[in-house]
T-cell receptor
Framework: AQKITQTQPGMFVQEKEAVTLDCTYD???????LFWYKQPSSGEMIFLIY??????QNATEGRYSLNFQKARKSANLVISASQLGDSAMYFC????????????FGSGTRLQVQP | GAVVSQHPSRVICKSGTSVKIECRSL??????MFWYRQFPKQSLMLMAT?????????EQGVEKDKFLINHASLTLSTLTVTSAHPEDSSFYIC????????????FGSGTQLSVL
């Protein structure tokens, strides 16, 4: 079974509008972390936002916010006031358990911001 | 913030040769580093976990004799693709975290390997 599911292969958004990128996850571990990364065409992975499973509030980082619905096992990324530079691949990822463990990535969503 | 440096960014080699990729944590010590592989338009797939001072842990299906990993110090891990073949052509990217296990992982800029 997929541990991280991103159901939107591609998304379009108008500049200055908000967009939500979907992510659902599957784990039986009570301790886990959820991450979102941006990958532009250059290939680098840029960290955007992190949500811990025990965090009571939704994480926010500037124009990025994470809509954490624990019961639904969803961790959607909301980008407000989209900019042309936001066009990129976006990956949702999860780390299960404590300690220094690797991330498991979803299949990604390609976001294109239109002027 | 923490920085992970990866070199080279791009390498083209002939089939049968070996290629070494370096991953360095520049301003923190990383006892664990991770190596991922990404094919075009696909997600990142974990290849192995590199542990400082001990053997790497490889994911199922990854040939340890093909992809040699060495983590000789707290700031350097290397991935060597031995006897490279065209099917090894891919984007390889490393990641590392600092001592807080709950913090985010930082990624190198990746290496695009093309085997002719």
């Amino acid at each position: 079974a997929q541990k991280i599911t991103q159901t939107q292969p591609g998304m379009f958004v108008q500049e200055k509008e908000a967009v939500t990128l979907d992510c659902t996850y599957d784990t039986s571990d009570p301790s886990y972390g959820l991450f979102w990364y941006k990958q532009p065409s250059s290939g680098e992975m840029i960290f955007l936002i992190y949500q811990g499973s025990y965090d009571q509030q939704n994480a926010t980082e500037g124009r990025y916010s994470l809509n954490f619905q624990k019961a639904r096992k969803s961790a959607n990324l909301v980008i407000s006031a989209s900019q042309l530079g936001d066009s990129a691949m976006y990956f949702c990822a999860m780390r299960e358990g404590g300690g220094r463990r690797a991330l498991t990535f979803g299949s990604g969503t390609r976001l294109q911001v239109q002027p | 913030g923490a920085v992970v440096s990866q070199h080279p960014s791009r390498v083209i080699c002939k089939s049968g040769t070996s290629v070494k990729i370096e991953c360095r944590s520049l301003d923190f010590q990383a006892t664990t580093m991770f190596w991922y592989r990404q094919f075009p338009k696909q997600s990142l797939m974990l290849m192995a976990t590199s542990n400082e001072g001990s053997k790497a842990t490889y994911e199922q299906g990854v040939e340890k004799d093909k992809f040699l990993i060495n983590h000789a110090s707290l700031t350097l891990s290397t991935l060597t693709v031995t006897s490279a073949h065209p099917e090894d052509s891919s984007f390889y990217i490393c990641s590392a975290g600092d001592r807080d296990p709950n913090e985010k992982l930082f990624f190198g800029s990746g290496t695009q390997l093309s085997v002719l």
